[in-house]
Structures are given as C-alpha cells and as structure tokens.
C-alpha cells in the first residue's frame, strides 16, 4: 500500500489549505488514518487521526480549525485546514493502521513521503 499526499503550499495565516493522501488500495480497509506533522528541530505529532472511519482525534493545537475527513470512494484522506497560524508550518505526513491496529496504542503500518505546509504571516 502506498499512501500520496499532495496540497501543500504556501498561504498566509488566517487562510485555509486542504491537503489529501490517496491510498493505492481501499482506505476502508485501514481501521485507522491520520495526519502528523514535523516541523525543523521539533517532534514529530498526531495532528489529526480518524478511528474506524467514524471518530476522530485532535491535538489541541489544531482543535476546531483542522478537520479530518476520509472519502472511501475515491480512496482518499483528507485534512481541512482553516485559520492557519505560523505554528502550523512543518511537513505534513499521512500514516495509516491496518486492522486490529490502534492509533495510540500502535505504530503505524504505513506511510507517506509528506507534503510541506508553509505559513507566512
């Protein structure tokens, strides 16, 4: 399985992006997808995560201006970003849990080459 993430750019704070991760194979075959980002000289975080297809997890950093969102249909990840701030700045990378795999309790089974989200103020 191969995920791609794609819709990274620059955009200036108080704007929105939406970034995707399409997956080579069923993304409802995953019981679990997320967002992390990095950004230079910090630790990698959970930005976003949506368990079974149904519920969803936030950093607080990014509670109620992210949003995640899947569409099984086109195999497809999503993560709405509104709001933007300078803290938002790093590269944003989709990982996905295979079944019987949790988000916190897991590493991830798969995972992409990322997308670099930059916020100018």
């Known amino acids: 399985v191969q995920l791609v993430e794609s819709g990274g750019g620059l955009v200036q704070t108080g704007g929105s992006l939406s970034l995707s991760c399409t997956a080579s194979g069923s993304v409802s075959s995953f019981n679990a997808m997320g967002w992390y980002r990095q950004a230079p000289g910090k630790e990698r975080e959970l930005v976003a995560g949506l368990s079974s297809g149904v519920t969803t997890h936030y950093a607080d950093s990014v509670k109620g201006r992210f949003t995640i969102s899947r569409d099984n249909a086109k195999n497809t990840l999503f993560l709405q970003m509104n709001n933007v701030k300078s803290e938002d700045t790093a590269m944003y990378y989709c990982?996905?849990?295979?079944?019987?795999?949790?988000?916190?309790?897991?590493?991830?089974?798969?995972w992409g080459q990322g997308t670099q989200v930059t916020v100018s103020s």
């Open positions: 990982a996905a849990w295979g079944r019987g795999h949790t988000i916190f309790f897991d590493e991830y089974d798969y």
